[in-house]
T-cell receptor, first 112, second 114 residues
């Protein structure tokens, strides 16, 4: 089955800096890679996703890149703000299949 | 459009009891998946229901079961509760039309077994 590894487990940055979280996956059949943000006491919120037919996707301060050959995908957050502080999870699956395999999560702390 | 609704939000149960959790998906979504979230194991897949049928099951003991109703609402049941079942149980709703695979989560049910 699929295995997703996520690094780092914790990440501390200063407000305004960039943050990068990296994930690798094992199943070459996976073609859909969502990222979730989970704030304390809440369920995971889908913030951006990417499919294997594109290499990069941006949404304002958030971007995701995918390297299919290396089976790597990364989340990039620019101009970080304190409200970006949360736990971020990457996941992998294939289109039309709803079971997600998650990474272990990254706790991002943005200091003012 | 209403999001995914999970009830109850919090539960405290005693070892050996059973518990039923409920999930109402987003209107029009026919797939409901359940996940267990713990600090040590992260988010682990329990099972997925689509059109009232269990299509996929994770690596959990038979004490964990679920079902889906004709209106797509889903319940999961845990029998003979153990201390290790204490976790946040999350439900995810997916439309699954064409290549659409976006999953939306509820707030979760925090289960504490004492």
């Amino acid at each position: 089955g699929e295995n997703v590894e996520q690094h780092p487990s914790t990440l501390s940055v200063q407000e305004g800096d960039s943050a990068v979280i990296k994930c690798t996956y094992s199943d070459s059949a996976s073609n859909y890679f969502p990222w979730y943000k989970q704030e304390l006491g809440k369920g995971p919120q889908l913030i951006i996703d990417i499919r294997s037919n594109v290499g990069e996707k941006k949404d304002q301060r958030i971007a995701v890149t995918l390297n299919k050959t290396a089976k790597h995908f990364s989340l990039h957050i620019t101009e970080t703000q304190p409200e970006d502080s949360a736990v971020y999870f990457c996941a992998a699956t294939y289109s039309g299949y709803s079971t997600l395999t998650f990474g272990k999560g990254t706790m991002l702390l943005v200091s003012p | 459009k209403a999001g995914v609704t999970q009830t109850p939000r919090y539960l405290i149960k005693t070892r050996g009891q059973q518990v039923t959790l409920s999930c109402s998906p987003i209107s029009g979504h026919r797939s409901v998946s359940w996940y267990q979230q713990t600090p040590g194991q992260g988010l682990q897949f329990l099972f997925e229901y689509f059109s009232e049928t269990q299509r996929n099951k994770g690596n959990f003991p038979g004490r964990f079961s679920g079902r889906q109703f004709s209106n797509s609402r889903s319940e999961m049941n845990v029998s003979t509760l153990e201390l290790g079942d204490s976790a946040l149980y999350l439900c995810a709703s997916t439309y699954l039309g064409g290549s659409n695979t976006e999953a939306f989560f509820g707030q979760g049910t925090r289960l504490t077994v004492v």
